[in-house]
């Protein structure tokens, strides 16, 4: 099982490892700071350096065993098991992604309805809610997600046990993507005076970090379905 360092530092920005496992398509190491696909968040990218040898990391995957597999680019070599690497994230593509995630939990705490699904990307992030009633314009949630960041609300990550969590089903708002549970604590990301949910995700300290943003396009997909597009402004 990997050591998750972007849980506990998601501006982390190198590290050290061992490689404990290898096969066709990557390696996995004993610590990483590369956040795995998940939770509506693409994986990280970045590079491998090891003496002797170097290899672009594509994409970062969930593995069996909480492992997290560092997926290499095809004609890359592989470093051996056992091997010291030193790992370095493409950190301007994930602090875009940082700073999309966390105004996702802004754009969630203004729009009423339930989420029902969601994707960030560097260019572009999406938040699909299932709506009664009217629907907010794209020109409301660009103001009042601006309202929100217009003054900087410190982000920190929290931990509950299971069976709090259980007892507070309001802390699930993304339905689809149920927090890991099982392993007896869950994260909440809490956003001071704006948003608390469970969220395993990499987000900034404060939201300050986030700027503008704004609301490109509401989209309908289906009878009470809406689909909400952000893109850092
Ligand atoms: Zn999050």
Redesign the pocket.
Known sequence: MVEELFRQDAYLKEADAIVTAQDERGVRLDRTIFYPTG?GQPGDTGLLRWDGGEAKIVDSLKADGGDVLHVLAPDAPKPAVGTKVHASLDWERRYKHMRM??A??VMSSIIKGSVTGGQVGADKSRLDFNLEGDVPTKEWVTEEMNRILATDHPVVAQWITDEEMNARPELVKTMSVRPPMGAGRVRL?AIDGVDL?A???T?VAKTAEIGRVECTKVENKGKMNRRFIIALA
């Open positions: 939770g995630h966390t996702m939990h990301l949910q969220c395993g995700g987000h």
